[in-house]
């Protein structure tokens, strides 16, 4: 009997073979994690190869910027991100770390510029309006250099000009800034040139350096004779000429801007190069002042009051423009304790030559000033104060002949020379008056009253006398001369015995004169008969 170990009926299995695994055999499972991983190596490689420069730019503040969201942009395209905002080592200021795509490469040069781009209004213009919605970013301006750069300083104020914009930059030199900002407006005859780009105060503090930009093709009427001057807000001027007001345009008015033109004898000159130097004047008049080449300084000694004369008041000959007043001082003589008004001026003395037969401008009048002055002041030439416009009491000072004034001489010994003065025509009004104040003050009023008084009495007391006597007997005079009138009256009416007789005796006139003009027409026939007499008549 089989034991329990023996089964006829169970099938027979095929018995384990044991073989030895391969150890560089690779399972399917792991195909998958490999080629995310080769993948993922080659975009490691490919980001590597593909990534461009990382820069830094320092700003004053952080307003606007945010580590992963703030944006480089060149022409509105973006060429970075800002990836870590930091404040420097001596907090004075932030920098931000930002990644340039390579492509971008080639734009940091040494002098390209970066700023944040945020609302602003400035120069009379509004700009990062955009902004607004989307949030501010890095601007970006390339420059011209040939260097690369990694490090940067960020403006605070935008750029006004974009690298490669045509045009010339110019230098101006002025006192002071007046109401101008970056980005004010130059003018030319009214129309919009140019615009102010950048300015700094001078080392000694002394002025303002400005550096304008004229676009082409206007920047070829800038001259080296051509002449820059404020034209912000309104220029209202007052003197001798009156009140004169003259401005650019609405914008120069709210915002200032400069102007400048060309004198006509500058216009055929060539156009000014770039980085020029100009002065920038303060007015329209200064600039278009003429300038002379030879200045004389001289002064004068007033004794009446300047009051309406500042500096910068003309000096003229009849009328011409001759000279300038440059400054106005008081002086004590302690000799004859009085004050007096020194006036210095300069004298432009090409402007007494005439340039009407050669055409070409006039020099000195003579190689020996001092001789033609002594002339001239031995002839009477004389330094008056005269009222230029009665309105505005404005004064300037003239020079001209008084024929018959006290002799006198110019003082060279003075610096600068003066010339000897004569009183305006207001201060010998005010002399004439004076004088004839003080002959009225010398006459006795009081005793003229006093006879005057007394003649007064008597010729009431004659009155009084003609009413007491002469009167009663005029009046019997006055009625006698009544009746006679009367008498008379009655003589002279028709029909009257004198009326009569009067007649009669005109009537006898008239005969006697018959025989008077008979006797005569007689007489004039027969002038015989004067001496024979009258014949007798033949019967």
Known sequence: MPGPEHKPDAPELPEAVVTTRSRWRMQLVWLVPIVALLIGGWLAVKAVIERGPTITISFETGEGLEAGKTKI?????????????????????????ADITKDATKLLLDDTRFWVVRPRISGGTVSGLSTLLSGSFIGMDVGNSDKERRDFVGLEVPPVLSAGVPGREFVLKSADMGSLDVGSPIFFRRLQVGQIADFQLDPDGKGVTLRAFINAPYDKFVKPGTRFWHASGIDVVLDTNGVRVSTQSLVSIMIGGLAFETPNDALAQPAAAAKTEFTLFASQADALKRHDRIVQPYMVDFTESVRGLTVGAPVEFRGIVVGEVTA???????????FSIPVEFNLFPERFTSRYQTGEKGGPLTDRPRQLGDFLVERGLRAQLRTGNLLTGQLYVALDFFPGVPKAKIDWTSNPPQLPTTPGALQSLQDSMTRLMARMNSIPFEAIGKNTQETLASANAMLLRLDSDVLPQATGTIAAAHAALDSANNALQPGSALQQSTSDAMQELARTAAAFRTLADYLE???????????ETQP
């Open 73 to 97: 942009k060149f022409k509105n395209v973006d060429v970075g991100v800002v990836k870590t905002v930091t404040l420097s080592p001596d907090s004075k200021s932030v920098v931000a770390t």
């Open 328 to 338: 106005i001082y008081t002086r004590f003589d302690p000799v004859t304790r009085q």
């Open 525 to 535: 026939r027969h002038p015989e008969s004067l001496i024979r007499g009258k014949p």
